[in-house]
């Protein structure tokens, strides 16, 4: 059981890693269009502004899973550095199961209502001529939070996850 949950939160990583760079790439583009038409044509489009909003609000949620993932999350502890690296591992393990999988695990459970209610509609942008799919963007809500309790887990099974750089 250990061995498939690492393995499978190894390739949602991977997957979240490419999500975040097609996001990313999305965003930059989507910018880059919209500043080159409205300064050097004095055009916009309502719909390529909703794109850039769509691409940086999946990178903002699916970044959080992938620096989990790799151990870059805020740790804010005044004694981290004196203390011995079985005890930083034990608080880690501690901080993983009381608080992130079973906050993570609400979070989901508690949007669920939300999502089949944006999915039932096919909820699209407010502004008229928008850029529809905004249940799209909220199931990156969910799928984010799954992704967490998964890199939640996989920190607690793997040997190595207390190690810090």
Not at 10 to 33: E, I, P
């Amino acid at each position: 059981m250990r061995r498939v949950v690492l393995h499978l939160a190894h390739w949602a990583d991977r997957l979240t890693a490419w999500a975040c760079a097609a996001s990313l790439a999305a965003l930059v583009a989507a910018v880059l269009a919209i500043v080159i038409l409205r300064f050097g044509f004095d055009m916009g489009f309502i719909k390529l502004q909703n794109l850039a909003g769509y691409a940086f609000a999946v990178l903002l949620i699916l970044s959080v899973p992938y620096c989990l993932a790799r151990g870059g999350h805020v740790r804010v502890d005044v004694l981290s550095e004196r203390l011995p690296p079985s005890y930083l591992r034990r608080a880690d393990l501690v901080a993983l199961l009381a608080f992130l999988i079973p906050v993570f695990g609400l979070m989901v459970w508690a949007f669920l209502p939300d999502l089949r209610f944006s999915w039932s509609i096919r909820e699209g942008a407010v502004e008229t001529g928008g850029l529809g799919g905004v249940y799209l963007v909220k199931t990156m809500v969910a799928v984010s939070g799954v992704l967490m309790i998964l890199q939640g887990l996989a920190a607690v099974l793997h040997p190595d996850s207390g190690a810090r750089p």
